[in-house]
């Protein structure tokens, strides 16, 4: 069925025994999961067994790229990494950008899938199909960066890609992150799959891109999506500039931008000094993931104050929320070196900002006291904290050892009704957006297969004002279960399956966004998806992970929110007097499961099984 576009090869590495073997990428595979989230989900299902414990060596750690990276479409530069999550215990799927994926796929692989548990410190480096199994034993305990500078100059070559862990997921931290150059496959605790595998990195290189096989056609989809970037009010002329924290001034605007554990959403003075004025002034230099034209990244360099000489890419618009404004803190450089020692120690900025956050709500409410914390002041808008937080958690050592387990499990050890302030859904921490203002965007929070995640089913409708499919009122209920049931499945496929990079779905190709992949994927790989077929893959998956959820003894309950969202309202700003009762969440969860053919527990279905062939 493909005659190109694809590696068209799997790759095994088992680290028990150092072996590793390729495979033929299934034709059924292709025909239905198309690439990236949809083989590794489908692997993941076939290979990884209910009840399996997340950091056991009988879970697997998942790679995959899809049929348009490193094909010269733009911004196709996604991968996709799975494995079961040892922060939610459901499906973990994240996505990262950067070079890696577009270096894994020409060193001749569409997936890699990451097998047993290696007796010692290990690192994988793999060159044009030849795999070597490296020692990693004095790279053990070591940051990022210098864990990728060194694994390239023992290889004798500094344009391998890196993807690596830190001390973080070497210590078995549920939040910790696989991180690829400045990128980060950020959140579910992947990092602590790898580091419960004894994987320090997987160093790639390749140097064969696949091969087109219509040029012709695959140069007028191109241009085609190129033409709706081109056209996009938003994408070049502010989103390049800016990149997400824009998206700060946006909700802040609206009233959704979430404060101090989500107690002080819409107080808009409070973040004034994390919007997108105070971060242009930081920017030191730009970059781009493989093949974007747009470039959206920007490393931000702190040249005065207490945190003088930090820099990272970043923050995004997610990471200056959790280690800036839920944390009530608005002082723009100690975010910076926050978001640069996140990805040093290898941990997920949003989760280890938002447990943060809680555990300093828990301390203005004397549940924890100075006792607890080693003396340390959790109080709200006290950066002076944040660092050393930071290193308690990665390094586990006093309440950090509490924290690093996720905010739903530091909730159950600390007791004491805490679980009332834990901002997470399925034990995933909660992204940026007060959903009490934006109820398609909730939806997906609750029913995602990964937990709290705006990646998921992103509503731009909501937050962008958007209307594709069409218009819609971010405050209203009804229309919201079948809305989710279209943006999730249409981000299922377009963005992590084909996979391109969701900023594209957002702002400028989300009216042709099936179309457009179909013909990008037809004329790379010579296929012959309709629009329609696109879209069923992207059901195709979300059912596929939903039987991979109840599995593992996720059920409708677990589709819900922080108590918070359900009986505090937003007290001030433009979305003021907002909450989602019990019975909002019924009326849209019911209207959902209907839309997906799921029963009324939200189990799919029989025909709808049959209907997917599944
Ligand atoms: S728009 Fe930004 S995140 Fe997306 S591919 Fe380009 S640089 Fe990467």
Same mark, same amino acid.
């Given at each position: 069925?493909?005659?190109?576009?694809?590696?068209?090869?799997?790759?095994?590495?088992?680290?028990?025994?150092?072996?590793?073997?390729?495979?033929?990428?299934?034709?059924?595979?292709?025909?239905?999961?198309?690439?990236?989230?949809?083989?590794?989900?489908?692997?993941?299902?076939?290979?990884?067994?209910?009840?399996?414990?997340?950091?056991?060596?009988?879970?697997?750690?998942?790679?995959?790229?899809?049929?348009?990276?490193?094909?010269?479409?733009?911004?196709?530069? +996604?991968?996709?990494?799975?494995?079961?999550?040892?922060?939610?215990?459901?499906?973990?799927?994240?996505?990262?950008?950067?070079?890696?994926?577009?270096?894994?796929?020409?060193?001749?692989?569409?997936?890699?899938?990451?097998?047993?548990?290696?007796?010692?410190?290990?690192?994988?480096?793999?060159?044009?199909?030849?795999?070597?199994?490296? !020692?990693?034993?004095?790279?053990?305990?070591?940051?990022?960066?210098?864990?990728?500078?060194?694994?390239?100059?023992?290889?004798?070559?500094?344009?391998?890609?890196?993807?690596?862990?830190?001390?973080?997921?070497?210590?078995?931290?549920?939040?910790?992150?696989?991180?690829?150059? +400045?990128?980060?496959?950020?959140?579910?605790?992947?990092?602590?799959?790898?580091?419960?595998?004894?994987?320090?990195?997987?160093?790639?290189?390749?140097?064969?891109?696949?091969?087109?096989?219509?040029?012709?056609?695959?140069?007028?989809?191109?241009?085609?999506?190129?033409?709706?970037?081109?056209? !996009?009010?938003?994408?070049?002329?502010?989103?390049?500039?800016?990149?997400?924290?824009?998206?700060?001034?946006?909700?802040?605007?609206?009233?959704?931008?979430?404060?101090?554990?989500?107690?002080?959403?819409?107080?808009?003075?409070?973040?004034?000094?994390?919007?997108?004025?105070?971060?242009?002034?930081?920017?030191?230099?730009?970059?781009?993931?493989?093949?974007?034209?747009?470039?959206?990244?920007?490393?931000?360099?702190?040249?005065?104050?207490p945190y003088?000489?930090?820099?990272?890419?970043?923050?995004?618009?997610?990471?200056?929320?959790?280690?800036?404004?839920?944390l009530?803190?608005?002082?723009?450089?100690a975010?910076?070196a926050a978001?640069?020692l996140?990805?040093?120690y290898?941990?997920?900025?949003? !989760?280890a900002?938002?447990?943060i956050?809680?555990a300093?709500?828990?301390?203005?409410?004397?549940?924890?006291?100075?006792?607890?914390t080693d003396g340390l002041e959790l109080?709200?808008?006290n950066h002076g904290i944040l660092l050393e937080m930071l290193r308690k958690i990665t390094y586990?050592e006093g309440i950090g050892?509490?924290l690093?387990?996720?905010?739903?499990?530091?909730?159950?050890?600390?007791?004491?009704?805490?679980?009332?302030?834990?901002?997470?859904?399925?034990?995933?921490?909660?992204?940026?957006?007060?959903?009490?203002?934006?109820?398609?965007?909730?939806?997906?929070?609750?029913?995602?297969?990964?937990?709290?995640?705006?990646?998921?089913?992103?509503?731009?409708?909501?937050?962008?004002?958007?209307?594709?499919?069409?218009?819609?009122?971010?405050?209203?209920?009804?229309?919201?279960?079948?809305?989710?049931?279209?943006?999730?499945?249409? +981000?299922?496929?377009?963005?992590?399956?084909?996979?391109?990079?969701?900023?594209?779905?957002?702002?400028?190709?989300?009216?042709?966004?099936?179309?457009?992949?179909?013909?990008?994927?037809?004329?790379?790989?010579?296929?012959?998806?309709?629009?329609?077929?696109?879209?069923?893959?992207?059901?195709?998956?979300?059912?596929?992970?939903?039987?991979?959820?109840?599995?593992?003894?996720?059920?409708?309950?677990?589709?819900?929110?922080?108590?918070?969202?359900?009986?505090?309202?937003?007290?001030?700003?433009?979305?003021?007097?907002?909450?989602?009762?019990?019975?909002?969440?019924?009326?849209?969860?019911?209207?959902?499961?209907?839309?997906?053919?799921?029963?009324?527990?939200?189990?799919?279905?029989?025909?709808?099984?049959?209907?997917?062939?599944?």
């Amino acid at each position: 069925m493909y005659k190109g576009g694809y590696a068209g090869k799997l790759l095994r590495i088992n680290l028990t025994d150092r072996s590793s073997q390729e495979e033929e990428l299934p034709e059924e595979l292709v025909k239905n999961y198309l690439g990236g989230a949809g083989f590794a989900i489908k692997y993941l299902y076939d290979e990884v067994k209910p009840k399996t414990p997340a950091l056991d060596p009988a879970n697997k750690l998942i790679f995959a790229v899809g049929p348009l990276t490193a094909s010269g479409a733009a911004c196709a530069s +996604r991968m996709s990494v799975v494995a079961k999550s040892p922060l939610t215990g459901a499906v973990g799927m994240a996505l990262s950008g950067g070079q890696f994926p577009a270096e894994m796929k020409m060193a001749g692989y569409d997936v890699m899938i990451i097998e047993g548990r290696a007796e010692k410190p290990t690192y994988v480096a793999i060159k044009d199909g030849q795999v070597r199994f490296r !020692s990693a034993e004095k790279l053990s305990g070591m940051l990022t960066t210098d864990t990728q500078l060194i694994i390239k100059d023992e290889l004798g070559d500094q344009n391998y890609r890196i993807a690596c862990i830190g001390p973080a997921g070497e210590k078995l931290g549920p939040m910790a992150c696989i991180v690829n150059e +400045r990128r980060a496959a950020g959140r579910k605790g992947l990092g602590a799959v790898m580091g419960s595998k004894n994987l320090k990195a997987i160093a790639i290189r390749g140097s064969n891109r696949p091969n087109v096989v219509d040029a012709e056609k695959f140069k007028k989809a191109r241009q085609a999506m190129n033409q709706a970037m081109k056209d !996009s009010p938003v994408l070049y002329p502010q989103f390049s500039k800016s990149g997400t924290p824009m998206v700060v001034d946006a909700t802040s605007g609206m009233g959704i931008y979430p404060i101090n554990n989500w107690t002080a959403t819409g107080e808009i003075d409070m973040v004034k000094g994390l919007g997108d004025a105070a971060q242009a002034k930081m920017i030191v230099h730009k970059a781009h993931c493989h093949d974007c034209p747009v470039g959206c990244s920007q490393i931000k360099l702190v040249t005065s104050g207490p945190y003088a000489g930090y820099m990272s890419e970043g923050p995004e618009y997610e990471t200056t929320y959790s280690l800036g404004s839920t944390l009530g803190i608005d002082y723009l450089p100690a975010v910076i070196a926050a978001d640069r020692l996140c990805d040093e120690y290898g941990i997920d900025t949003m !989760s280890a900002g938002v447990v943060i956050g809680f555990a300093m709500e828990l301390y203005e409410k004397g549940i924890v006291t100075k006792k607890d914390t080693d003396g340390l002041e959790l109080k709200f808008g006290n950066h002076g904290i944040l660092l050393e937080m930071l290193r308690k958690i990665t390094y586990r050592e006093g309440i950090g050892d509490i924290l690093s387990q996720g905010t739903r499990k530091a909730a159950e050890i600390i007791g004491k009704g805490s679980e009332d302030y834990a901002m997470h859904v399925k034990g995933l921490e909660l992204p940026a957006y007060d959903v009490r203002g934006a109820k398609a965007h909730g939806l997906n929070y609750a029913t995602a297969y990964t937990g709290a995640d705006h990646n998921r089913g992103y509503a731009f409708q909501e937050i962008f004002d958007i209307p594709v499919p069409e218009q819609v009122d971010r405050m209203a209920i009804e229309g919201k279960g079948r809305l989710t049931k279209w943006n999730q499945d249409v +981000r299922s496929v377009t963005c992590d399956c084909a996979p391109m990079c969701a900023f594209l779905l957002d702002m400028a190709v989300p009216g042709i966004a099936c179309r457009n992949t179909a013909d990008l994927v037809n004329a790379a790989a010579g296929t012959d998806f309709t629009p329609e077929d696109i879209e069923k893959i992207g059901e195709r998956l979300n059912n596929l992970a939903r039987l991979f959820n109840i599995g593992e003894g996720f059920t409708r309950k677990d589709d819900t929110f922080p108590k918070r969202l359900m009986t505090e309202a937003i007290k001030a700003g433009p979305s003021q007097g907002q909450l989602i009762s019990q019975a909002d969440l019924d009326a849209m969860l019911d209207e959902y499961y209907d839309a997906r053919g799921w029963d009324k527990d939200g189990n799919p279905g029989e025909a709808k099984l049959k209907e997917l062939g599944i």
